[in-house]
Each structure stands twice: as C-alpha cells, then as structure tokens.
C-alpha cells in the first residue's frame, strides 16, 4: 500500500481519517503528531492513532523550535492580527507543514493528510505550505472531502471496530498551543452575547483574580525574552511561567470579531496570557531603543507581516523581506521592563536598556537640563516654512479665513453658511 503522512493531534476527526484513509483509500497511514504544547490528547493519542489502524505513530516535541523560530519572531515584529490577535494557531501550521513534508520524503510517502475543514483557515495554512515546499505530494483532506458529523464519525469507527471511548464533546471548537488558546462556535456564534464562563480555561476572570496582582521582569536579548526577575529560562520555561502567571490574574482574554481569510467573519475568543504580557514588555523596550522613524515603519510593516502569517504565506518570498527588515530592527532591543499584572490587566511600570535613546539630560525639566532651547526658534522656522509658503501661494487667497483652510474645494456642505 501507498504510505502517507497524516497531521494527527490525537482528536477524533484525525483519528477517524486514519480509518477512513487506510479503508477507503489504501493508504498505509503513518500518523504524525507535532507536539507545540498544551494538547488535550497527548497522554492517548498513541494508543488511538494505532487502535485506528495507523502503520506506526511519530511524536515530535517541537515545543522549543516553535517558540524560537515561529512565535519569538512574530513578537519581535509586533504581529498581532487585527490589533487583536496573536497567531497562536496560525504560527504552528507552517512549522507542522514542514514537518509533514520531512516526514513524508524520509518514509517515501506520496501523500500527506489534515484534519481541516473547507471553511477554515488553517487549511489554507496547510495546503499552500505543503504545496510550496514539496508540488509532488498529493494532499488528502478528509474532514473537508466527508464532513461528517461527530456522531457520524463515532459510529464510522465502531463499524469498523475501532471503540474507543469519546468524552461528551462541549459545544465549543477549540484549538491549542503554549503560545495561546482559540475558541469559537456554540454560544459565541451570537456576537451579542457575553461569552460563557466555560469558554475559558486558562484564565480567571478578572474579577475574581487577586486584588493585589503581581510585578515581575522580563529580560529581553535583540527582541527575544530570556529570563523572567533575573532567572535565564529556556523558551519553553519563559512561556509556561508566563501562561500560569497570567492567567491567575486574569490576563490574556480577547474576544474578537475576525476577518477569516476565505471571507467570513467569525467571533473568536482566544487566551494568550504569555504571548499578551511579552508583546506589553517587548513594545515598551522599543519604545527606548527604536529611533521614531524605526517605530514608525514598523508598525505599518507589523501588521503586513501578521496578514501574511494569518494567511498561511509563512513560506513566501514576501515574508523573508518583511523577517529581515524585522530581524535587523532588533539589533539594539536587548533590556529589561518591569510589568504588573492585575485583575486582567498587563501595565509597564519601568523599562531600562543599555542601548537606550532616551536621554535624561535631554528631557529633564530640572537644572541638568542639556537641551540648548534657544534653538527651537530657528528649528521651528524652517520646519514650517513649506507649510506657510503654501499657505500663502494657494490657500489664504482662495478663501478668506484661516479657519476655512481645511475645508477642501468641492467638500460636502461647501458654500453654506
């Protein structure tokens, strides 16, 4: 039989396509598990995935390489989708795309397979990677080529004498990594709706968090975090320690009205307490190591960069110009800031860098005052005159009264009074 590579996260849809694939379609099916933290399954994806029929079950812990070459970038650029969103989910698609691809050339598979659906975005996310880094692979989607109910899927596998015992699946969809947790469907499908506290599983509400909250230091090194109050941790220590902060004090939750790339509009609700305090401590060091201008265009490129992420072009050309302005911005960002955490709020409450442009004598009011004021005269004079000199030529004679100058000819309302 033909051998494939399945993406497996252990859950019933991919347990159910190791069936589906290796009856229906004769696949020799090797399931692939890309472990990027926090899976629900992890503890009995094994034994599901062979119980299904699968060949042989690969786990790979690829927790680290997809905070340090995946999310660490992403928060280095400042990339968070729609002001709002992290990319939790949309930054680990292109890491287990590679990965399937590896896996499917050094055990001479002809197909690869996933569990998304055709409404999606992480299909998207999965097929154009796979696509780009290897055109000769086949890709199987069964969940998008079926779509089958989860009932439906659960009798499938009895039928073909697969009984595992499902627990009763909540009426939400939810999708997790250790950089953060989506959740969508059931009652968040009403936009209206104040989301339900069984939404939520990584975060008290802010309201019942401690009253006191709590402060710590985050130390950074050219824009990647690198200890927590001095201690050096591993990126999987930082992130974990931040999750469990956060969300005992109610940091992370955003509730989102999201723009899917295939043009649907969807209510998410995402916890994402360590990517949420690391993106408040990481701008607050740019903001003493960036020059205005750095700041100015990174912002406009940021969120380019996180469109592309969000839109599964990981693998593009256009994304390793944007990493690479992004990676050289971070020469210099290399510091500590002080955040408190409290009641659902992150607050930068100091920030230092040896690299700082921030120069005390340069903004002090007080008697070591550098700044030679005599020069903002002459500064101000030239710095204006464009603005005058136009002024004069083009506008103050077409239209009596300063006041009326921003009032463009041919505007609504022109001419009344």
Request: proline share 3%; hydrophobic share 40%.
């Given at each position: 039989m033909p051998a494939l590579v399945l993406a497996y996260s252990g859950g019933l849809d991919t347990t159910t396509a190791i069936t589906w694939l290796t009856k229906e379609r004769g696949y020799d099916v090797i399931a692939l598990n890309v472990d990027v933290g926090m899976s629900r399954?992890?503890?009995?994806?094994?034994?599901?995935?062979?119980?299904?029929?699968?060949?042989?079950?690969?786990?790979?812990?690829?927790?680290?390489?997809?905070?340090?070459?995946?999310?660490?970038?992403?928060?280095?650029?400042?990339?968070?989708?729609q002001d709002a969103y992290p990319l939790a989910t949309a930054l680990a698609r292109p890491l287990m795309a590679r990965l399937l691809v590896d896996a499917a050339r050094e055990e001479g598979a002809v197909a690869v397979a996933h569990g998304c659906t055709g409404k999606g975005n992480d299909q998207v996310r999965f097929d154009v990677g796979i696509r780009t880094l290897d055109p000769a692979l086949a890709i199987v989607a069964p969940a998008r080529e079926q779509a089958?109910?989860?009932?439906?899927?659960?009798?499938?596998?009895?039928?073909?004498?697969?009984?595992?015992?499902?627990?009763?699946?909540?009426?939400?969809?939810?999708?997790?990594?250790?950089w953060g947790r989506s959740v969508e469907a059931g009652a968040l499908e009403d936009p209206w709706a104040e989301p339900p506290p069984s939404a939520f599983a990584w975060t008290r509400a802010p309201a019942d968090a401690p009253a006191d909250g709590?402060?710590?230091?985050?130390?950074?090194?050219?824009?990647?975090?690198?200890?927590?109050?001095?201690?050096?941790?591993?990126?999987?220590?930082?992130?974990?320690?931040?999750?469990?902060?956060?969300?005992?004090?109610?940091?992370?939750?955003?509730?989102?009205?999201?723009?899917?790339?295939?043009?649907?509009?969807?209510?998410?609700?995402?916890?994402a307490p360590a990517a949420v305090a690391l993106h408040a401590a990481h701008r607050a060091l740019e903001t003493m190591t960036l020059s205005r201008s750095q700041l100015r265009l990174k912002r406009q490129l940021a969120a380019e960069y996180a469109e592309l992420i969000y839109d599964g072009l990981w693998f593009s050309a256009h994304h390793q110009d944007i990493a690479a302005y992004m990676a050289s911005t971070q020469r210099h960002v290399?510091?500590?800031?002080?955040?408190?955490?409290?009641?659902g709020a992150v607050t930068v409450t100091g920030r230092r860098a040896a690299a700082s442009l921030y120069d005390r004598a340069l903004a002090t009011y007080d008697r070591e005052d550098a700044f030679d004021q005599s020069s903002a005269t002459g500064f101000i004079d030239i710095w204006g005159l464009?603005?005058?000199?136009?002024?004069?030529?083009?506008?103050?004679?077409?239209?009596?009264?300063?006041?009326?100058?921003?009032?463009?000819?041919?505007?609504?309302?022109?001419?009344?009074?």
């Open positions: 399954e992890q503890d009995v994806l094994e034994e599901r995935g062979l119980a299904a029929g699968a060949a042989r079950v690969i786990v790979v812990d690829a927790r680290e390489e997809f905070l340090r070459h995946f999310a660490f970038p992403a928060l280095a650029a400042g990339a968070v989708y089958m109910s989860r009932e439906a899927e659960i009798d499938y596998l009895r039928e073909h004498g697969v009984a595992i015992a499902w627990e009763t699946k909540g009426s939400f969809s939810i999708d997790e990594n250790i709590v402060e710590l230091t985050i130390s950074f090194e050219r824009g990647a975090p690198v200890a927590i109050d001095g201690e050096a941790l591993a990126p999987v220590a930082i992130v974990e320690r931040l999750n469990e902060l956060g969300g005992e004090h109610g940091v992370g939750r955003v509730d989102h009205i999201e723009d899917r790339l295939v043009g649907i509009k969807s209510r998410e609700i995402y916890e290399s510091g500590e800031t002080r955040l408190r955490l409290r009641q464009q603005t005058r000199v136009q002024a004069r030529r083009q506008l103050l004679d077409q239209m009596p009264g300063a006041l009326h100058i921003a009032s463009p000819a041919g505007a609504i309302g022109e001419g009344s009074p």
